[in-house]
Every structure is written in C-alpha cells, then in structure tokens.
C-alpha cells in the first residue's frame, strides 16, 4: 500500500513538473498568438476583438510589458504571428466563410535595441508606442470559388511561421463532410511581394473541425510544430515534405489559438477565453 501511494504522489509530481498554466491578463481575453520576441519577452495578438496592437509580454506569467499599435494595418482577424530575427510578421488570415479576397499579411520591423529592465520594482523600457507595417496580399493559388462548395471549405487559417527563409500557412479545414486534410502553403517574400505555393497537405485526428482542425504552428530546427485544440502535432521536414514524428494529447478541450517553441524540450501554448475556460498560458515540457 505505501509503495502504491509513492507511485500516486510521484505521478502527480512528475505531471505538475512537466506543465505550468498561467491565466492572462483580460486583455488577452482573444488571444490568437504568440512568438518569441527579445530577451525573457514574447510577442502575442488578439484576433478580431481587438484593434491592431501586438502585446509584448514577460515569460514568466504572461504579463503584459508594453502595447503597441501597428500603423498601417487593420485589424480584420489576425490570427497568428511570427518572427525571423529581423521582422515580425502577422497573419490576417482568419477567413471562416471562406469568402475573404483581403487576406494579408504584415511585416513589422524589430530593433533589437528594445529591452526593459525593473528598478526598484518599476517597470523601464525603451519601448515604442507605434511602429509602421508594409503589407503584402495574400491569396491562396487553389481557390477558385468565393466561397467555395461546402466540401471545399478549407481556405481559413489560423496558423503561421517562418520557415527556412519562407512563410508557412496552415490551413483549416471547415469542409462538409469534413475530411482532415490541412493544406501546408509556402510564401516566399524575398520580391517584395508573397509568392504563394501550395507545399503539401496533412491528414490530422479529429471527427469535426472542433476537434482535427489547425489552430496555430511554429518551427524550429527543421521541425513543424502544428497545434490543435487536442493535441500537438510534431513533423519533421525532409526533402521539402513534412513527415510526423511525434503526436501528443494536451488533455481536455481547450481553445488553444497559438503555439510558441522555446526549445525541442519546451513548448508555450495559448487559449483563449471561451465557454471552455479563461485566457490561459501553458508551459509543456516534451
């Protein structure tokens, strides 16, 4: 019996030290995104509940830093975000009808003299309060129709990374009878303008959208992390095509909307505030 007991209390500690939840300030109450921005800080967005300002928040906690309004853009449903070291790249790409012909995305240059320090427990920072975006139109090369057929729905995303030079946008599919399928898209921004291929398409677990459909991603070290409001999807790239090597259930249903990879070990997720629970902020261990 005490040697049962251990093994109770060890697995509670060994689930409670490989995940830490957050809950977020309200103003991530539609949080849609988050990625890595500069030194123990992330970039986030909220999607078209909110106007068009990237928050940057601490990684301990998911408070809120600074708020930025990004000229230049609206804010018609931004749904996820993602850098290259050099740009912060946006995606206004949420497209629920499938019926949108002004998808965009923006791109955001970052100076990487931003910090922010504590004295005395007040917050300093050399932060700006605006920054200017150049936009580029985004059109998917395989959609004909607007809307299209409802077994053709799958011309939303809510999902995007830089990539190996490129952009990558995920697909969700909201088809009728829906299918799984998640078309992979590469944008190629090195013209001044989004060159829009479609890579490959990914066959995802799940009996309706709800459940299988794609919700956000990231990349690092040749691998494709895709979230869903499930599970976690791990890929990894090998001649230009995405092969899963990994999946992992993230327990009961939660509006997860954006992923952030902090290392091949470690993993940030985001939901937001629905009828399944308050913003949060997950910290998995892999």
Same mark, same amino acid.
């Given at each position: 019996?005490?040697?049962?007991?251990?093994?109770?209390? +060890? *697995?509670?500690? +060994?689930?409670?030290? #490989?995940? !830490?939840?957050?809950?977020?300030?309200?103003?991530? &109450?539609?949080?849609?995104?988050?990625?890595?921005?500069?030194?123990?800080?992330?970039?986030?967005?909220?999607?078209?509940?909110?106007?068009?300002?990237?928050?940057?928040? &601490?990684?301990?906690?998911? *408070?809120?830093?600074?708020?930025?309004?990004?000229?230049?853009?609206? &804010?018609?449903?931004?749904?996820?975000?993602?850098?290259?070291?050099?740009?912060?790249?946006?995606?206004?790409?949420?497209?629920? !009808? &499938? =019926?949108?012909?002004?998808?965009?995305?923006?791109?955001?240059?970052?100076?990487?003299?931003?910090?922010?320090?504590?004295?005395?427990?007040?917050?300093?920072?050399?932060?700006?309060?605006?920054?200017?975006?150049?936009?580029?139109?985004?059109?998917?090369?395989? =959609?004909?129709?607007?809307?299209?057929?409802?077994?053709?729905?799958?011309?939303?995303?809510? #999902?995007?990374?830089? #990539?190996?030079?490129?952009?990558?946008?995920?697909?969700?599919?909201?088809?009728?009878?829906?299918?799984?399928?998640?078309?992979?898209?590469?944008?190629?921004?090195?013209?001044?303008?989004?060159?829009?291929?479609?890579?490959?398409?990914?066959?995802?677990?799940?009996?309706?959208?709800?459940?299988? *459909?794609?919700?956000?991603?990231?990349?690092?070290?040749?691998?494709?992390?895709?979230?869903?409001?499930? !599970? +976690?999807?791990?890929?990894?790239?090998?001649?230009?095509?995405?092969?899963?090597?990994?999946?992992?259930?993230?327990?009961?249903?939660? =509006?997860?909307?954006?992923?952030?990879?902090?290392?091949?070990? =470690?993993?940030?997720?985001? #939901?937001?505030? *629905? !009828?399944?629970?308050?913003?949060?902020?997950?910290?998995?261990?892999?």
């Amino acid at each position: 019996m005490k040697h049962y007991y251990f093994l109770i209390v +060890l *697995s509670f500690t +060994l689930i409670s030290c #490989a995940s !830490r939840t957050y809950h977020l300030p309200n103003q991530l &109450n539609e949080i849609s995104g988050i990625d890595d921005a500069f030194r123990s800080a992330y970039f986030s967005i909220n999607d078209s509940g909110d106007g068009p300002f990237v928050y940057i928040m &601490n990684e301990d906690g998911g *408070s809120i830093l600074h708020k930025m309004f990004v000229s230049g853009t609206d &804010n018609i449903d931004w749904e996820d975000l993602s850098t290259d070291g050099e740009f912060l790249y946006i995606g206004d790409i949420g497209n629920n !009808r &499938n =019926q949108r012909r002004d998808l965009m995305v923006y791109r955001v240059p970052i100076n990487y003299s931003w910090t922010f320090y504590y004295n005395g427990g007040k917050l300093n920072h050399n932060l700006p309060d605006t920054v200017q975006a150049e936009f580029f139109v985004f059109n998917y090369p395989d =959609q004909i129709m607007f809307p299209p057929e409802d077994s053709q729905m799958n011309f939303d995303s809510e #999902a995007l990374t830089y #990539a190996d030079g490129k952009l990558l946008i995920l697909s969700k599919d909201r088809s009728k009878p829906y299918k799984g399928i998640c078309k992979i898209y590469e944008a190629d921004l090195s013209n001044n303008m989004l060159e829009v291929k479609l890579l490959q398409e990914i066959h995802l677990k799940g009996v309706s959208w709800l459940t299988g *459909s794609v919700t956000g991603c990231d990349y690092l070290n040749n691998k494709l992390y895709v979230l869903t409001y499930k !599970r +976690l999807y791990i890929f990894e790239r090998s001649n230009g095509q995405f092969e899963l090597i990994r999946k992992k259930n993230l327990g009961s249903l939660q =509006q997860w909307e954006g992923i952030c990879v902090d290392s091949e070990k =470690q993993i940030r997720i985001v #939901a937001e505030k *629905s !009828r399944l629970g308050k913003q949060k902020m997950k910290i998995i261990k892999l």
